[in-house]
């Protein structure tokens, strides 16, 4: 099976990040590091490759006296991890999945608002090592490296302890959207669906017209009709134009489904 094959392969190659990386790091940043350990639930057996996870390629250009490499290839590796490790969950959680459909939940499951989101959620950003101008600009915040470095981070688990730790951790931090995910159809696009089907059985495309606005500026709800020609066939209300859009494409997309066009 190629998990086990690779780690054996792996084990014996061993990915070189010099343990001395380690060393350097000063004491509270090593009990940071064991606290950041704790909170993903795996302790590297190499330090270094936890290190350069974290090591944002700001800090690198400016240290590089301290930081040896930075986290782009570990990222790159980790992308790929990740989308392993949540296919493969799918493939087994439902054999009633079709390949569309796993398609449509894997690229929920591994954008990158969402690794943002989790990230923050474990506050990944209070161990990255930035660059001062990286720092100063929100550095710790900013989604793009949020998302970059916990896909550096599953790339490190993988090179330390294997693809089956590196899995482990990436759905225990996925746990508590999975299960939402599947239920809610957030990973239904909807509005591609109902496109498609209304082009192949009326030969035209959906509209959607804003029916109502209400509340203040910072919490409106918006009510949206789609029709199909000049027939409404779902309504949406949501907290946003996509949202309400989103919902009445569903109602539609069912009531075609049922036999109601």
Do not use: W
């Not at 490759?49 to 570990?74: D, G, I, M, V, W």
């Not at 599953?154 to 730790?165: M, Q, R, S």
């Not at 209304?198 to 009510?223: A, C, M, N, W």
């Amino acid at each position: 099976m190629f998990p086990g094959r690779q780690d054996r392969e792996l084990s014996s190659i061993r990915y070189r990040i010099p343990l001395a990386l380690a060393g350097r790091m000063h004491a509270s940043y090593s009990k940071n590091i064991e606290k950041l350990e704790r909170t993903l639930g795996y302790c590297f057996k190499n330090k270094g490759l936890l290190l350069n996870a974290l090591t944002h390629k700001s800090f690198q250009h400016e240290n590089p006296h301290k930081a040896l490499a930075y986290n782009e290839r570990l990222e790159f590796l980790g992308d790929s991890v990740l989308a392993l490790a949540v296919v493969e969950y799918l493939f087994r959680y439902d054999e009633g999945f079709s390949e569309s459909l796993m398609a449509k939940m894997k690229s929920y499951l591994v954008k990158g608002s969402l690794l943002a989101e989790i990230a923050a959620e474990i506050s990944l950003g209070e161990y990255l090592r930035l660059g001062k101008g990286e720092e100063e600009t929100g550095g710790r915040r900013r989604k793009s490296i949020l998302a970059d470095a916990l896909e550096a981070v599953f790339g490190a688990i993988y090179l330390d302890g294997g693809f089956e730790h590196a899995q482990h951790v990436i759905l225990q931090l996925l746990q508590d959207k999975i299960p939402s995910v599947i239920s809610s159809g957030q990973c239904h696009d909807y509005k591609t669906d109902l496109q498609e089907k209304s082009q192949t059985l009326f030969g035209v495309l959906p509209e959607y017209r804003l029916i109502s606005q209400e509340g203040d500026e910072h919490r409106k709800i918006f009510t949206v009709n789609v029709l199909i020609g000049d027939r409404p066939f779902g309504r949406g209300t949501g907290k946003s134009k996509k949202e309400a859009q989103t919902i009445a494409a569903k109602e539609a997309m069912e009531r075609l489904n049922e036999g109601h066009g």
